[in-house]
């Protein structure tokens, strides 16, 4: 039997040892939940936000071209995606499947934020900025704490979604059958 030094049998009885208490885990997971109710509202207040500036955007612009009008219609309809995909409902995030998780929701309030950076009010620029990081820095903290607890029901509606939209195979056509069927 070979003799191990103190620091291998601390290192043994660091991994192997009962967690100093049981409840840990459990504040933890306390603690995360409310943070993501937190979370939850502000991207609630978030989506509004992003339709208001970009409508606000459009209709104060100095300048009226095409790329300034898309911006604000896309930022104007993902915002209100955001405030509707954080009320859970199943019908809509049947129609908009990359809001169906709280890291995905994440991930796309931080792509918003980022398209917020190219629209101006009037001739200002700093609102665009001031939008679009405010979203980007809810977006990345909202992405870390959800992927610390990830929802059963959330789970439970991607599992759901992927078996009502698995590929089914094609039929297979036997070879003796004609492609065309008809005259030529």
């Known amino acids: 039997m070979s003799e191990l030094s103190t620091t291998e ?11 100093a208490d049981p409840m840990e885990h459990v504040i933890h997971q306390d603690c995360v939940n409310r943070v993501l109710v937190v979370f939850r509202w502000i991207c609630l207040a978030s989506g509004p936000l992003l339709t208001l500036f970009g409508i606000f955007s459009y209709t104060w612009s100095s300048i009226l071209s095409l790329s300034s009008f898309l911006l ?60 679009g990081l405010w979203c980007m820095i809810v977006g990345l903290l909202y992405f870390f704490f959800s992927m610390m607890r990830m929802d059963q029901k959330e789970e439970i509606m991607k599992r759901e979604f992927e078996q009502a939209h698995r590929q089914k195979p094609p039929p297979k056509q036997n070879d003796d059958e004609p492609l065309f069927q008809g005259e030529i």
């Not at 009320?87 to 049947?94: E, G, I």
């Open 9 to 19: 049998l601390q290192q043994q009885n660091v991994v192997h040892s009962a967690p």
């Open 72 to 131: 604000s219609l896309y930022v104007t309809v993902f915002g209100a995606l955001i405030f509707f995909g954080e009320f859970k409902w199943k019908r809509f995030l049947k129609a908009f499947p990359f809001l169906m998780t709280r890291p995905s929701r994440a991930l796309f309030i931080i792509f918003c934020g980022t398209l917020c950076f190219g629209l101006k009010i009037g001739k200002l620029s700093w609102p665009g900025y001031v939008v």
